[in-house]
């Protein structure tokens, strides 16, 4: 039983992990983007901008994925369903 809550821990820890990085990198293009903005519009009639805000953008939906713990690729429970798959096949 001690295992079960042991590894509840470790994926909340690593859950809250990923919750806490995912805030910071919200945090840090709330404050970078309006000032390449402002660099943009002050410098250049070209929206050069728009790139790093749209990458960026799209590494944030990335993290709140992760964070969240949706993952389109493979599904909720892929994780635990492969560790099983290792765990009981032979070349273990």
């Not at 994926?11 to 919750?19: D, E, F, S």
């Not at 993290?63 to 599904?75: C, I, K, Q, T, V």
């Amino acid at each position: 039983m001690e295992n079960v809550s042991q590894s509840s821990y470790e994926r909340a820890k690593r859950r809250v992990c990923h919750l806490k990085a995912f805030y910071n990198s919200l945090f840090a293009y709330c404050i970078i983007i309006p000032i390449l903005v402002y660099i943009n519009y002050r410098t250049t009639s070209f929206p050069w901008a728009i790139f790093p805000a749209v990458g960026w953008g799209m590494g944030l939906i990335g993290m709140w994925l992760s964070a969240s713990g949706r993952n389109p690729l493979f599904g909720k429970d892929w994780e635990e369903r492969k560790i099983k798959e290792f765990m009981n096949s032979d070349n273990f």
